[in-house]
């Protein structure tokens, strides 16, 4: 549940102390006998997880602006004060009335809002140097009555915001168990002055500013500078201010999804009274904290107890919010029982190593936890119904389930074949010895002679006679990361000419991501290979930084892109004598996507999702877009991350090329992946051609350049098979040398210039592999 904290404004803290008895002596320990401690006890009588207060008052502001802000022409006493400054500076230390905060017992019930008028990014040095000096010394004081939390005031101007970061990077060494919280307007590109303040007038009252009527990324710009300079400290978070409005566009807003936000701040002016005189917020702001609940952020209250609004009272504001919150899909998602986001609750953004299955045995604990999975079973046992029901001969069907693990899906065989009333004899083929044992155990208890149960590993045991349809359950978070090709390979040996296999065909997908958290789970292990691990990760803290349309050049495919596909039964590897493969070379596979970015961001690392034909127009999918339709809440699955060492900044409406490779040897089966960025500008010798060429003999100029090349995307038998593929069909233009535009004088000339890429991750599977 969503922690509420409310605001404590100096004002707050006055009304409170005048309300205090007056007497000297309290009349018991336990006497709330300090402000501070009063609003702490009213704040959780009104439901307050705590509250945030000032650490400091306007006393203190005014001794460090008379000591700080000194102009050439100001007061007689100067040089008196320029000492005091001097000596301020050497030992930085507050007086007992320049703080609101004195107690152990206070410290514990609230988050300490360092001063909002220390500029560490001011346009002059003097002043970024004594803000600076004010900040440690207000953290130190923190640190030492131990306050967990302080909320840090926001950075003011772009060209300096470097100079903040530094200050607070400073901070974070300064104060190493305290949390740093930036506090961030979400959006208010007229706070953003690009300029210094001028001595003109005339330029004075209309500095050059970012257009405030676009949405703008530059305030998530300032933070990312901010996280960079500090070396994505996981001890520094973020505080979003919404008391600017919103972007009319809110996909901007996506990126702060992947930040790690920890308080959002609502003042109650950015509340609206509905019909009725309650406190609500405007739809898009609603939008968007209702997207922001799924990272449980804490909500910051401020100014409720104005009266701003005609009905509702103070407890209004926490009601409504409490509502979003219940409200809010991926909350709803969660308490559903039967849900992915309900069964993946406490693994979100957990980074987990894929399995092994051909080198390490299963536990026990890990067949149940998938065996749990309702939606797979279900689309397995109408893929093996409908292949039954099909099955154009009278006779008797052999079926194969290879890797029964603890025999899920021979109880699924059984149940469709009652259901068609054909009679079959089945094999079930295991490696595992001890999940062996179960399926020996429920072949006593369950099936009978309705089961022969076969020991040994698929690709080099044999079977006692063909078989009409081969069934097996070995695909993983990208399809084929857990060696289902190289598996069934062997088991293929089984199946007739004309047999069925289930899974027909999988697909992997792909997709470029940022996430903060990721990125620093990821670097968190001191073994370098953690880096350039892929992962299963339940994504959660993540923004999707692609989408669908072309992008500048026009070449750019959809948000989520296919990468390559395996068919079963394969026809096109070389056997040997025994029927098997000679080499693995195969199930080598290479891709090249291009994406369209259309908003700054920070590319963190790659999401591999799977799309699987099982028969027919029956499937399996973990595809963003599309796994409501195919196998919606399906829990076997959570989507691969390939991360990246280093994060690669992406400006706005850049493409980003990806290229991935699945590699093989005789022992190990591996990823390597690499991106590049590019700008898409005009003048250039590399010119996007609008058309498919119909010619396929490719033409050449002097610099070498190929056309037509491989289409960019491929139409997948998936999209075909189990969904509508007039909803994904995507023309993919290609490059050429040749110039061919509809109307070059209006497009212009397009080409691409580089902009930065990434190192080549996992060479030669050296920090990870899967071994056959």
Same mark, same amino acid.
């Given at each position: 549940?969503?922690?509420?904290?409310?605001?404590?404004?100096?004002?707050?803290?006055?009304?409170?102390?005048?309300?205090?008895?007056?007497?000297?002596?309290?009349?018991?320990?336990?006497?709330?006998?300090?402000?501070?401690?009063?609003?702490?006890?009213?704040?959780?009588?009104?439901?307050?997880?705590?509250?945030?207060?000032?650490?400091?008052?306007?006393?203190?502001?005014?001794?460090?602006?008379?000591?700080?802000?000194?102009?050439?022409?100001?007061?007689?006493?100067?040089?008196?004060?320029?000492?005091?400054?001097?000596?301020?500076?050497?030992?930085?230390?507050?007086?007992?009335?320049?703080?609101?905060?004195?107690?152990? $017992? /206070?410290? #514990?019930?609230?988050?300490?809002?360092? %001063? &909002?008028?220390?500029?560490?990014?001011? =346009?002059?040095? @003097?002043?970024?140097?004594?803000?600076?000096?004010?900040?440690?010394?207000?953290?130190?004081?923190?640190?030492?009555?131990?306050?967990?939390?302080?909320?840090?005031?926001?950075?003011?101007?772009?060209?300096?915001?470097?100079?903040?970061?530094?200050?607070?990077?400073?901070?974070?060494?300064?104060?190493?168990?305290?949390?740093?919280?930036?506090?961030?307007?979400?959006?208010?590109?007229?706070?953003?002055?690009?300029?210094?303040?001028?001595?003109?007038? $005339? /330029?004075? #009252?209309?500095?050059?500013?970012?257009? %405030? &009527?676009?949405?703008?990324?530059?305030? =998530?710009?300032? @933070?990312?500078?901010?996280?960079?300079?500090?070396?994505?400290?996981?001890?520094?978070?973020?505080?979003?201010?919404?008391?600017?409005?919103?972007?009319?566009?809110?996909?901007?807003?996506?990126?702060?999804?992947?930040?790690?936000?920890?308080?959002?701040?609502?003042?109650?002016?950015?509340?609206?009274?509905?019909?009725?005189?309650?406190?609500?917020?405007?739809?898009?702001?609603?939008?968007?904290?209702?997207?922001?609940?799924?990272?449980?952020?804490?909500?910051?209250?401020?100014?409720?107890?104005?009266?701003?609004?005609?009905?509702?009272?103070?407890?209004?504001?926490?009601?409504?919010?409490?509502?979003?919150?219940?409200?809010?899909?991926?909350?709803?998602?969660?308490?559903?029982?039967?849900?992915?986001?309900?069964?993946?609750?406490?693994?979100?953004?957990?980074?987990?190593?894929?399995?092994?299955?051909?080198?390490?045995?299963?536990?026990?604990?890990?067949?149940?936890?998938?065996?749990?999975?309702?939606?797979?079973?279900?689309?397995?046992?109408?893929?093996?119904?409908?292949?039954?029901?099909?099955?154009?001969?009278?006779?008797?069907?052999?079926?194969?389930?290879?890797?029964?693990?603890?025999?899920?899906?021979?109880?699924?065989?059984?149940?469709?074949?009652?259901?068609?009333?054909?009679?079959?004899?089945?094999?079930?083929?295991?490696?595992?010895?001890?999940?062996?044992?179960?399926?020996?155990?429920?072949?006593?208890?369950?099936?009978?002679?309705?089961?022969?149960?076969?020991?040994?590993?698929?690709?080099?045991?044999?079977?006692?006679?063909?078989?009409?349809?081969?069934?097996?359950?070995?695909?993983?978070?990208?399809?084929?990361?857990?060696?289902?090709?190289?598996?069934?390979?062997?088991?293929?040996?089984?199946?007739?000419?004309?047999?069925?296999?289930?899974?027909?065909?999988?697909?992997?997908?792909?997709?470029?991501?940022?996430?903060?958290?990721?990125?620093?789970?990821?670097?968190?292990?001191?073994?370098?290979?953690?880096?350039?691990?892929?992962?299963?990760?339940?994504?959660?803290?993540?923004?999707?930084?692609?989408?669908?349309?072309?992008?500048?050049?026009?070449?750019?495919?959809?948000?989520?892109?296919?990468?390559?596909?395996?068919?079963?039964?394969?026809?096109?590897?070389?056997?040997?004598?025994?029927?098997?493969?000679?080499?693995?070379?195969?199930?080598?596979?290479?891709?090249?996507?291009?994406?369209?970015?259309?908003?700054?961001?920070?590319?963190?690392?790659?999401?591999?999702?799977?799309?699987?034909?099982?028969?027919?127009?029956?499937?399996?999918?973990?595809?963003?877009?599309?796994?409501?339709?195919?196998?919606?809440?399906?829990?076997?699955?959570?989507?691969?991350?390939?991360?990246?060492?280093?994060?690669?900044?992406?400006?706005?409406?850049?493409?980003?090329?990806?290229?991935?490779?699945?590699?093989?040897?005789?022992?190990?089966?591996?990823?390597?992946?690499?991106?590049?960025?590019?700008?898409?500008?005009?003048?250039?010798?590399?010119?996007?051609?609008?058309?498919?060429?119909?010619?396929?003999?490719?033409?050449?100029?002097?610099?070498?350049?190929?056309?037509?090349?491989?289409?960019?995307?491929?139409?997948?038998?998936?999209?075909?098979?189990?969904?509508?593929?007039?909803?994904?069909?995507?023309?993919?233009?290609?490059?050429?040398?040749?110039?061919?535009?509809?109307?070059?004088?209006?497009?212009?000339?397009?080409?691409?210039?580089?902009?930065?890429?990434?190192?080549?991750?996992?060479?030669?599977?050296?920090?990870?592999?899967?071994?056959?």
């Amino acid at each position: 549940m969503t922690t509420l904290v409310t605001h404590v404004t100096l004002a707050d803290l006055l009304k409170t102390a005048l309300s205090l008895p007056t007497s000297a002596t309290p009349s018991s320990p336990n006497e709330l006998e300090t402000p501070v401690l009063r609003s702490i006890a009213e704040a959780r009588e009104k439901g307050y997880e705590c509250i945030g207060l000032p650490l400091t008052n306007d006393s203190w502001r005014s001794r460090w602006q008379n000591m700080c802000l000194l102009s050439p022409d100001e007061k007689p006493d100067k040089q008196s004060l320029e000492v005091k400054a001097e000596q301020w500076r050497i030992r930085p230390c507050f007086a007992r009335d320049e703080v609101n905060v004195t107690q152990l $017992e /206070e410290a #514990e019930g609230l988050i300490a809002f360092v %001063s &909002d008028w220390l500029e560490l990014d001011a =346009w002059d040095d @003097w002043v970024r140097h004594d803000a600076e000096t004010a900040l440690l010394q207000e953290l130190a004081y923190a640190s030492y009555l131990g306050t967990h939390t302080a909320i840090l005031p926001s950075p003011r101007h772009r060209a300096h915001v470097a100079s903040y970061a530094r200050a607070i990077n400073a901070a974070l060494k300064a104060v190493p168990y305290m949390q740093l919280s930036v506090r961030i307007p979400i959006y208010d590109p007229s706070m953003i002055q690009l300029n210094p303040p001028t001595k003109d007038p $005339e /330029e004075e #009252e209309n500095p050059s500013r970012l257009g %405030s &009527d676009q949405p703008s990324i530059a305030t =998530w710009e300032m @933070w990312d500078v901010i996280r960079n300079v500090c070396g994505y400290n996981p001890r520094l978070t973020l505080t979003l201010d919404l008391t600017p409005p919103l972007p009319s566009q809110l996909k901007v807003l996506d990126q702060w999804i992947a930040e790690p936000t920890r308080f959002i701040f609502l003042p109650a002016s950015t509340f609206h009274s509905n019909a009725k005189g309650y406190p609500v917020l405007p739809k898009g702001t609603q939008s968007f904290v209702r997207d922001m609940m799924k990272i449980s952020p804490s909500v910051i209250l401020s100014g409720t107890n104005a009266g701003r609004h005609g009905k509702g009272g103070e407890a209004a504001y926490a009601q409504y919010i409490r509502h979003l919150e219940k409200t809010s899909p991926a909350v709803k998602a969660a308490r559903t029982a039967g849900t992915v986001e309900n069964f993946a609750l406490g693994y979100q953004d957990y980074l987990q190593a894929p399995l092994q299955p051909l080198m390490d045995n299963l536990q026990s604990m890990t067949y149940n936890t998938f065996e749990q999975d309702p939606i797979k079973y279900r689309n397995y046992e109408e893929a093996i119904f409908r292949a039954i029901t099909e099955w154009p001969k009278p006779d008797k069907l052999i079926i194969c389930v290879a890797g029964a693990g603890r025999g899920p899906l021979v109880a699924r065989c059984l149940s469709a074949l009652t259901r068609t009333g054909r009679e079959a004899t089945i094999y079930a083929v295991e490696k595992n010895p001890n999940a062996f044992v179960t399926l020996q155990e429920r072949s006593q208890n369950e099936w009978g002679d309705k089961v022969k149960l076969l020991f040994g590993d698929m690709r080099t045991m044999e079977v006692p006679e063909q078989v009409d349809i081969l069934i097996s359950e070995l695909l993983g978070s990208f399809g084929d990361n857990e060696l289902s090709p190289e598996c069934l390979d062997g088991a293929m040996r089984f199946l007739k000419p004309d047999g069925i296999s289930i899974p027909a065909s999988y697909t992997a997908h792909m997709a470029p991501l940022s996430s903060s958290k990721l990125f620093n789970e990821a670097r968190a292990a001191k073994d370098e290979a953690a880096k350039e691990t892929p992962y299963v990760v339940m994504l959660s803290s993540i923004n999707i930084m692609s989408d669908n349309g072309g992008g500048l050049s026009g070449k750019c495919g959809p948000r989520v892109q296919e990468c390559w596909e395996f068919e079963h039964p394969r026809r096109d590897a070389v056997l040997n004598a025994q029927g098997l493969p000679m080499t693995n070379s195969h199930n080598a596979r290479s891709a090249k996507l291009t994406f369209h970015i259309p908003h700054a961001g920070v590319l963190h690392g790659l999401a591999g999702y799977f799309e699987a034909v099982l028969y027919g127009s029956i499937g399996l999918s973990i595809h963003p877009e599309r796994m409501a339709k195919i196998s919606k809440d399906m829990l076997s699955w959570f989507p691969l991350f390939f991360p990246f060492k280093e994060p690669l900044y992406l400006p706005s409406n850049c493409e980003l090329h990806v290229s991935l490779w699945r590699l093989t040897n005789e022992r190990q089966v591996w990823y390597e992946w690499y991106a590049e960025a590019f700008l898409a500008l005009p003048g250039s010798s590399m010119i996007l051609e609008r058309s498919t060429p119909t010619s396929d003999s490719p033409s050449e100029d002097a610099m070498g350049l190929l056309s037509p090349s491989k289409p960019l995307t491929s139409s997948s038998s998936i999209s075909s098979a189990i969904i509508d593929a007039d909803d994904y069909a995507l023309t993919s233009p290609t490059f050429s040398s040749n110039v061919v535009m509809d109307d070059e004088t209006s497009l212009g000339r397009i080409g691409l210039v580089k902009i930065g890429q990434t190192s080549l991750h996992n060479p030669g599977g050296r920090s990870s592999w899967i071994g056959l």
